[in-house]
């Protein structure tokens, strides 16, 4: 897998999803979000996101996670990944 290529392609999906709403992150705790997408060189990328509340007590800053994968032995090894995490005005920090 092209690493540079993969955390490109991440990146753009992962700015997309983290532009949704607080509420919106919320509805899909608990409901792995998958997508595809192409990257420059033509290879098809898999890439899930899940959200999560930071602290599971306090149940007030979500955690977003992307991890992105080409479907090859990568994929069972160690995806690259990027999280944020996004408080109830949906602020990034």
Known sequence: MDKTEAQ????????SFTRRSYAELVA????????????PSGTTYNIEFNVFYDDSH???????????????????????????IMKPTGELV
């Open 28 to 39: 899909t705790i608990d409901r792995p979000q998958a997508v595809q997408a192409k990257g």
């Open 58 to 84: 306090q149940k007030q800053d979500l955690r977003i996670m992307g991890s992105i994968d080409d479907g090859g032995g990568r994929s069972f090894m160690l995806p690259l990944t990027k999280s944020e």
């Open 8 to 15: 490109g392609v991440l990146d753009q999906q992962f700015a």
